[in-house]
């Protein structure tokens, strides 16, 4: 076997084996949570995948600003309107592939349809391309229309999702190499073990600084966090608040996730506005910030992130206040609801760092209500079965533990599945708010960022139908040679060529 | 040569009482002594701890969390720091006590209890029926716990008695197999032989000659099975089995110290530290009570002799 | 012998064909990996695609029947989520978690026979005391706090060894001393229990009487005979190292079979989780087999 053979050689050289000479060459070894299960392009919004593939291997057409100025060209140079539901893209000239075959118009036609093909189940398809049909016109090699019904007013937003591959791509499974436009070629996989891209010295554009990536796989934090300590690795995305202890290589950054409870708004006592509302007034919000949580999460009213278009910046924070919550409580308890009834909070394991103890700073503050709150930890198909529909008609009054991540810019991501009465993560039956949801998707511009403030709003205000708690901050470990700082969309990217030397 | 008179006549020395004699024999074993006391506290603690200290153990104080220990500044209870939500450590050790001590006693008690009485029928009776029993073991053995965890969650609901029903199905097969081997070799000896011309039952040999001789083993694996159990029945608690929030085990109480280790290392390390202890007392005494049980090995015990004889 | 390990083998594959039926069919009971695989704001669309393709849909007795016929040609199914044969799946982790669990089980044989049958011999004395005490530690610390503390010490303070990985040959001294521990602890009070026993026999007050050397006594006619409770204990650590060195896999990184079941289980990825659990029983029904036989061939007395 391989590893026999490289534990003869690795005896031989065992001194200088385990102190590898990283800062001779450009490599930079990074450290991911999991191991990824398919390097498919076709499934680079998770997470992982997306951490290798996306932007590294596979390019999309066009790819949002993190820093807020709107959309950036990528594989296409520009973009516009043709008319109410179709838009024109004109694409980069004197692009190839990494197998040597040129980049056209059809191969982001046949890249379409494969990401919503019915013969494999791609992610992308389904997270961005469901309940509408796009048609498709070639008009030359570089200039590609696109018509969706319904119309589709973000449609360009939506192509900054869609991986590129080269037409003819295995349309009936997964590929294992993924081929593609970026900077980077996959070279090899040992599975269970490492990933490793190489430079692409035949780039359209700029040329970046690193020439290797090597991707280890650890599930333990805290070791991830030593081996950067240790110079073993260089860059590990993600760790725990409690591990990020060194300033000179630790940094904080916005990921895009809002924490927050949803409401079973159908059950009693959770029916009773007044009772979401003592809910949320019984929640000391600032304890959590550098303690439990990091001191620079902020406080949330919506759940997505502020640097989405349409997030209402008028809506307050809910205020501390105990006495008004059981003021509120009793009142309820007065005109006949049942308060004793059992509200259940249901977390999932392994959500965020710190999350189980941020429900049972979350579970004692309730109690002070005088509610009835118990707390149940649960693995994440159980907590999946909670929170999406269909739900058990005699459930028990539920919280649920949520964490929301929309770094797309905008809220039809997130509203229709959260608050739509058909939303398969919604509990509400409001048809004002399906109303907003509907028109808001459809309109542009101005009109479109006011009927989300609008919708955001009536869900916050007029129904309390959350607990809305923080925008969460991710932290990441970057080795002292490296220049690299992460963004918003550190979740699900971590594009190599923003890498640099010092 | 003259032979000593002894008369038949004369009157033996009085028997200590029992109390006594069993107090003189944990006092030649120190260690047994000390282990003895230890597991008389480790008790008391479960009788009545969550009633003394329940209160102040539940008090959040996040913005005291993670305290350092050995610090007098806050009171005693801090003395061994304060959790990720600024609970005082020693009195939630004081008070998981009692959950601890009833889930791995629990288990291993019911594992223990089916295990043998199988062991002793697959190891004793006919091939057939033996062949069953150890082929349901080998079953149970390949069966992954978590995957029954999950399976009773599903099916049933999530409480304390379906927590131990698994981590006890899952300790069986151990037990099973010790008690078998050992009654396939303790079947064959003399003693057995005689007793079965003698015309004892099956029961009779069984039960009052052959499992006297397997108790030492089987409790020399329960007590190590005591900490294994103590520090499995965290991970399940993850699933929504068993123990929840605010509830409270010490192997609980180590698995939330684990992403702290690098740096408030006394989350896990005091709540750990008590697993050990009871896991040394546990064993220490079965030692001791396997020496006092045992009419051959007594004599270590007993006034006046010297180890080794 | 050959009739009774061909009776064994026919035993031992029926009770294989009855975990086989009792994993199907209950794991099932939890739902499927549709909801985990997908994410959250699927469309409904894709959601049935998904159930279609990997025949979620069919009734159960269906999905059994299709599995059955595949498994008769050696096929364990693909992987939902690694869109992989699950059998390659598998054996791709297997050897890692075997050749940990095999190297640390011997060195826990070894060092625990040996240890403990020098500290019965003297019980009570000094080395008695000490190794009981400080196996003892080890046995019943969390394996999790003693594998990162050891990270901690021997890697990113003292920087004598590599945290964690598999590259070299260093690489695997942490994990196997993490893996070690436990199991010593436990065999070394069991072996301690049967030696003392053995040493009081009437057998070894004969042997001494005779002469025979301390070391003879020891080694060559008290172990044999406390060998039986201890070699059952072996076997059964070893299995459960087989199922599950998860901790050390999951922090040292190690792509083993444990972390995989555990994987495989909370995501419903049910080929895997099935192929696994054959692969393990396998090792572990022929295991078994071969302790039965060293029973037998360690006391003559012994029929079964």
């Avoid at chain 3, 003879?216 to 070893?238: C, E, K, S, W």
Wanted: hydrophobic share 50%.
């Amino acid at each position: 076997m391989r590893y026999l053979t490289t534990c003869l050689l690795g005896t031989a050289l065992a001194a200088a084996v385990f102190t590898p000479a990283l800062g001779q060459e450009k490599n930079v070894t990074i450290v991911l949570s999991e191991e990824l299960d398919v390097v498919e392009p076709c499934m680079a919004s998770r997470s992982n995948i997306g951490r290798v593939v996306l932007q590294n291997i596979s390019e999309t057409l066009t790819e949002l600003d993190t820093g807020g100025g709107g959309l950036k060209p990528r594989l296409a140079a520009s973009w516009e309107a043709i008319d109410g539901d179709t838009w024109r893209f004109k694409l980069q000239p004197g692009v190839k592939f990494t197998d040597g075959s040129e980049f056209d118009a059809e191969d982001v036609v046949y890249s379409l349809n494969r990401t919503i093909s019915d013969k494999i189940t791609c992610e992308i398809g389904a997270k961005y391309f469901g309940g509408m049909k796009l048609t498709t016109n070639v008009v030359d090699a570089t200039t590609l229309e696109i018509t969706s019904e319904p119309p589709q007013p973000i449609l360009p937003l939506l192509m900054s999702t869609l991986t590129i591959v080269p037409t003819g791509t295995d349309p009936n499974a997964f590929v294992k190499t993924p081929i593609g436009t970026g900077p980077y070629i996959f070279s090899e996989w040992n599975a269970g073990q490492n990933i490793i891209l190489t430079r692409n010295d035949n780039y359209w554009g700029k040329k970046p600084e690193v020439e290797k990536a090597n991707y280890i796989f650890r599930t333990d934090m805290a070791v991830a966090a030593a081996m950067v300590a240790a110079g073993e690795a260089d860059i590990v995305p993600s760790i725990a608040v409690q591990d990020a202890t060194n300033p000179k290589t630790d940094f904080s950054y916005p990921n895009s996730e809002t924490f927050f409870m949803r409401i079973d708004a159908q059950v009693a006592p959770l029916n009773d506005r007044r009772i979401r509302e003592a809910l949320n007034l019984a929640i000391d919000r600032a304890a959590f910030k550098g303690t439990i949580l990091s001191k620079d999460v902020i406080e949330a009213t919506q759940i997505v992130p502020p640097s989405t278009i349409g997030w209402n910046g008028d809506l307050k924070v809910w205020p501390f206040d105990l006495a008004k919550a059981k003021a509120l409580v009793a009142e309820a308890k007065a005109a006949g609801v049942p308060v004793d009834k059992e509200i259940k909070i249901i977390g999932r394991t392994n959500n965020f760092p710190n999350g189980t103890e941020a429900l049972e700073a979350m579970l004692a503050m309730l109690k002070e209500t005088g509610l009835n709150v118990s707390l149940t930890m649960y693995e994440v198909k159980e907590w999946e079965d909670f929170y999406s529909q269909p739900y058990a008609e005699d459930r028990p009054a539920q919280l649920i533990q949520v964490q929301h991540d929309n770094a797309k810019g905008d809220p039809v991501f997130t509203a229709y599945f959260k608050y739509h009465t058909k939303g398969l993560q919604s509990v509400l039956k409001d048809p004002k708010v399906d109303n907003l949801i509907e028109t808001a998707t459809g309109a542009i511009g101005d009109e479109r960022a006011k009927l989300w403030k609008e919708m955001f709003r009536v869900v916050y205000e007029d129904i309390i139908a959350d607990i809305p708690m923080f925008h969460m901050v991710g932290y990441t470990r970057v080795s002292e040679r490296l220049n690299f700082t992460p963004t918003i969309a550190a979740n699900s990217e971590l594009q190599l060529s923003q890498i640099s030397f010092k | 040569m003259s032979q000593p008179q002894v008369r038949d006549d004369a009157p033996l020395p009085a028997e200590r009482n029992a109390v006594a004699q069993v107090m003189a024999m944990l006092y030649r074993d120190k260690f047994a002594l000390v282990a003895a006391f230890v597991l008389l506290v480790i008790v008391l603690c479960a009788l009545v701890g969550p009633e003394l200290v329940g209160d102040i153990a539940a008090k959040q104080n996040l913005r005291g969390r993670n305290a350092p220990p050995f610090s007098f500044s806050q009171g005693w209870s801090f003395i061994l720091g304060a959790d990720a939500l600024g609970r005082p450590i020693l009195p939630r050790i004081i008070v998981a006590a009692r959950n601890t001590m009833l889930i791995a006693g629990a288990s291993v008690a019911f594992a223990m209890f089916v295990g043998a009485s199988l062991g002793l029928i697959a190891g004793y009776t006919s091939k057939i029926t033996s062949q069953i029993i150890m082929r349901l073991a080998d079953v149970i053995m390949s069966f992954p716990s978590l995957l029954l965890a999950v399976i009773v969650l599903y099916m049933l609901e999530s409480s304390i008695f379906n927590l131990v029903l698994v981590l006890a199905i899952t300790r069986i097969p151990i037990y099973l197999r010790t008690t078998r081997a050992e009654v396939l070799e303790i079947r064959e000896r003399m003693f057995v032989q005689a007793a079965r011309v003698m015309g004892a039952s099956d029961k009779r040999i069984v039960l009052r000659h052959i499992l006297p001789v397997v108790l030492p083993t089987l409790v020399t694996i329960a007590t190590l099975d005591f900490a294994y159990i103590m520090l499995a029945e965290s991970s399940l608690s993850f699933l929504g089995i068993g123990i929840q929030p605010p509830e409270v085990t010490w192997g609980l109480m180590v698995a939330q110290g684990r992403p702290y280790l690098a740096n408030a290392w006394w989350l896990a390390l005091f709540p750990g530290l008590a697993i050990v202890i009871t896991t040394m007392s546990l064993t220490l005494l079965s030692g001791w009570m396997r020496t006092a049980l045992d009419p051959v090995q007594r004599w270590r015990l007993e006034a006046g002799s010297k180890a080794n004889g | 012998m050959m009739s009774f390990i061909g009776n064994r083998s026919l035993a031992s594959a029926v009770s294989l064909i009855g975990l086989i039926i009792l994993v199907f069919f209950l794991s099932r009971m939890t739902g499927d990996p549709t909801s985990l695989y997908l994410p959250l704001d699927a469309s409904l669309e894709s959601r049935e695609n998904f159930r279609r393709l990997h025949g979620l849909n069919d009734p159960l007795l269906v999905q059994f029947g299709r599995y059955v016929l595949d498994l008769l040609r050696f096929d364990f199914g693909d992987s939902v989520r690694k869109a992989r044969p699950a059998l390659d799946v598998v054996l791709a982790a297997f050897p890692w978690t075997l050749m940990l669990a095999a190297i640390a089980m011997l060195l826990v044989t070894v060092s625990a026979i040996v240890i403990g049958s020098l500290a019965a011999f003297k019980v009570g004395g000094f080395f008695d005391r000490l190794s009981s005490i400080l196996s003892l530690i080890g046995a019943s610390a969390p394996d999790f706090w003693i594998a990162i503390v050891a990270i901690f010490f021997f890697s990113v303070s003292l920087g004598w060894l590599p945290t964690s990985g598999t590259g070299t040959v260093w690489h695997w001294i942490l994990p196997i001393s993490v893996l070690f521990i436990r199991p010593f602890g436990l065999i070394l009070q069991v072996v301690r229990g049967s030696m003392i026993a053995a040493l009081s026999s009437a057998y070894v007050k004969t042997a001494r009487a005779k002469g025979v050397k301390d070391r003879a006594i020891i080694f060559v006619h008290a172990l044999r005979n406390a060998m039986l409770p201890v070699i059952t204990v072996i076997g059964d650590q070893a299995a459960g190292m087989l199922n599950g060195a998860v901790v050390v896999e999951t922090i040292f990184g190690f792509p083993g079979v444990g972390k995989l079941m555990i994987d495989s289980i909370l995501q419903r990825d049910f080929s895997v989780v099935l192929a696994s659990i054959m692969i393990t029983a396998t090792a572990i029904f022929v295991m078994n087999l071969l302790i039965d036989l060293a029973y037998a061939a360690l006391d003559p007395r012994i029929r079964m």
